[in-house]
């Protein structure tokens, strides 16, 4: 593709519920972010996936989050019982390398009700 | 710990002015310092970065600079232009694992007529 493609581009969901946000990587990158950016704020590192070794969770806020990459490409991120606090814009990015320019999809915003 | 520290986090400057901004570092095994800006609405995009074996890197208006002694980089705009105004973010990456980069909170710039 053309670029990194993220969808839904928006997604309301009551309190509670469970919401899927997938990302589409740049084909042959294989390095592969997440990254949560509330209304005015930063990017708050979530997980980063390097080939095929395990990903890197640290930035996962809680249990409720969960992301997985299948075959190298793809990768979904899972919010359990979604909270209020989790309405954000959630950003996918990928890369060739491990250093080296990041390319954004233009994210997933999420509003919890 | 992993933590990349950013200021100012608002710069207002008048058109033809310069700007500039810094960043430090926790993490002396970092060797990659990007600079992205994110205009309103709109993905964050690599704009210039530098690797840790030269100490300045420009491109036109912009300039890095980095001192890895001090573990601190900055970005200097020259002649700023009304569309510059945006949030831009330093990142560095982080080791003990796969090198992911973890951004700085962000400096929105506002350039006036």
Do not use: M
Not at chain 1, 14 to 30: A, F, N, Q, Y
Not at chain 1, 44 to 68: C, H, V, W
Not at chain 1, 85 to 107: I, K, N, Q, R
């Amino acid at each position: 593709g053309a670029g990194v493609s993220q969808s839904p581009s928006n997604k309301v969901t009551e309190k509670g519920k469970d919401v899927e946000l997938r990302c589409d990587p740049i084909s042959g990158h294989t390095a592969l972010y997440w990254y949560r950016q509330s209304l005015g704020q930063g990017l708050e590192f979530l997980i980063y996936f390097q080939g095929n070794s395990a990903p890197d969770k640290s930035g996962l806020p809680s249990d409720r989050f969960s992301a997985e990459r299948t075959g190298g490409s793809v990768s979904t991120l899972t919010i359990q019982r979604t909270q209020q606090e989790d309405s954000a814009v959630y950003l996918c990015a990928s890369s060739e390398g491990v250093t080296g320019e990041l390319f954004f999809g233009e994210g997933s915003r999420l509003t919890v009700l | 710990g992993e933590n990349v520290e950013q200021h100012p986090s608002t710069l207002s400057v008048q058109e033809g002015d310069s700007a500039v901004i810094k960043c430090t570092y926790s993490d002396s095994a970092s060797n990659y310092f990007p600079w992205y800006k994110q205009e309103l609405g709109k993905r964050p995009q690599l704009i210039i970065d530098i690797r840790s074996n030269v100490g300045e890197k420009k491109d036109q208006r912009i300039a890095v600079t980095l001192n890895k002694t001090a573990k601190h980089f900055s970005l200097h705009i020259t002649e700023t232009q009304p569309e510059d105004s945006a949030v831009y973010f330093c990142a560095a990456p982080f080791s003990g694992g796969y090198n992911k980069l973890i951004f700085g909170a962000g400096t929105r710039l506002a350039v006036h007529p």
